[in-house]
C-alpha cells in the first residue's frame, strides 16, 4: 500500500469509468482503485483496524464488492468514493466482529479448561467432578475433531492447535510458522472462520 501512490482523475472520468463498468467492463475497475484506494485505507480502514494485512485484504474486498454491485449504484454528483466508504466501512465491521468472535472462542474455550480443572481438582463431590470432566473431554473432543475432519487446510489446522491446544502467544506461533505477526493474525482469522463453519456443521452451534 505505501507504494501504490494516488492517481487523481475528474469527476467526468470517473463517471465514465462507472459506466464502463456498469456495462461490464472490469478494465475500468483499476483506474477506480489508483484514484481511491489510498484515501479509503488512510481514512476508513486502517483507523478502524490497524492491522496492516487485514486492512489491505478489507480494501481489495471493498472493490470486489462494489464491482459485484456496482449495477445497483447511481452517479452521484460527489461521485463514487463516498459509497466505497460505506462498504469499506461495513467491512471493517465485519472484520472487527469476526475478530472479537474469534477472541471470545479462545478466551471462553481456555476459560472453560481451566473452570472444568479446578473443579475437578478442588474436592468438589464426586457428581460434579465427573460433570466437570465430561464437559472438558467433550469440549477437547468437538475441537480435534473438526481439526481431524480434513475440512481445514494445513496451515489452518496447524495454526489453532498453536494458539488453542498448545496455547503460545502469537510472537511464538509466528515464528513457528514462518511468518510475521500480522500475517499471522491473518491467518489465525482466516482459519477460525473456517474452523466455525466446519463446527457448527457438525454440532449445530458455536460455543
Given at each position: 500500500?505505501?507504494?501504490?501512490?494516488?492517481?487523481?482523475?475528474?469527476?467526468?472520468?470517473?463517471?465514465?469509468?462507472?459506466?464502463?463498468?456498469?456495462?461490464?467492463?472490469?478494465?475500468?475497475?483499476?483506474?477506480?482503485?489508483?484514484?481511491?484506494?489510498?484515501?479509503?485505507?488512510?481514512?476508513?480502514?486502517?483507523?478502524?483496524?490497524?492491522?496492516?494485512?487485514?486492512?489491505?485484504?478489507?480494501?481489495?474486498?471493498?472493490?470486489?464488492?462494489?464491482?459485484?454491485?456496482?449495477?445497483?449504484?447511481?452517479?452521484?454528483?460527489?461521485?463514487?468514493?463516498?459509497?466505497?466508504?460505506?462498504?469499506?466501512?461495513?467491512?471493517?465491521?465485519?472484520?472487527?466482529?469476526?475478530?472479537?468472535?474469534?477472541?471470545?472462542?479462545?478466551?471462553?474455550?481456555?476459560?472453560?479448561?481451566e473452570t472444568a480443572q479446578e473443579a475437578q481438582n478442588h474436592g468438589q463431590r464426586p457428581d460434579?467432578?465427573?460433570?466437570?470432566?465430561?464437559?472438558?473431554?467433550?469440549?477437547?473432543?468437538?475441537?480435534?475433531?473438526?481439526?481431524?475432519?480434513?475440512?481445514?487446510?494445513?496451515?489452518?489446522?496447524?495454526?489453532?492447535?498453536?494458539r488453542l491446544f498448545e496455547e503460545l502467544d502469537r510472537d511464538a506461533c509466528a515464528q513457528i510458522?514462518?511468518?510475521?505477526?500480522?500475517?499471522?493474525?491473518?491467518?489465525?482469522?482466516?482459519?477460525?472462520?473456517?474452523?466455525?463453519?466446519?463446527?457448527?456443521?457438525?454440532?449445530?452451534?458455536?460455543?
Open positions: 500500500m505505501a507504494d501504490d501512490k494516488a492517481r487523481p482523475i475528474s469527476l467526468q472520468e470517473e463517471r465514465r469509468l462507472v459506466e464502463r463498468l456498469q456495462q461490464g467492463d472490469s478494465s475500468a475497475l483499476a483506474p477506480l482503485w489508483h484514484a481511491h484506494a489510498r484515501t479509503l485505507y488512510s481514512t476508513t480502514i486502517y483507523p478502524r483496524l490497524p492491522v496492516a494485512e487485514l486492512a489491505e485484504e478489507v480494501l481489495q474486498n471493498t472493490f470486489l464488492k462494489a464491482y459485484e454491485r456496482i449495477g445497483k449504484y447511481t452517479w452521484q454528483e460527489r461521485g463514487i468514493l463516498p459509497w466505497l466508504k460505506t462498504i469499506a466501512r461495513n467491512m471493517t465491521m465485519d472484520v472487527h466482529r469476526r475478530h472479537q468472535r474469534t477472541e471470545h472462542f479462545c478466551q471462553g474455550y481456555g476459560q472453560h479448561m460434579a467432578q465427573l460433570d466437570a470432566r465430561q464437559e472438558r473431554v467433550l469440549a477437547k473432543e468437538r475441537v480435534a475433531a473438526v481439526l481431524a475432519s480434513g475440512k481445514l487446510n494445513e496451515r489452518y489446522r496447524r495454526v489453532i492447535e498453536l510458522m514462518d511468518v510475521k505477526v500480522g500475517t499471522l493474525d491473518v491467518l489465525f482469522h482466516r482459519a477460525l472462520k473456517r474452523f466455525e463453519n466446519v463446527y457448527r456443521q457438525l454440532y449445530g452451534t458455536w460455543p
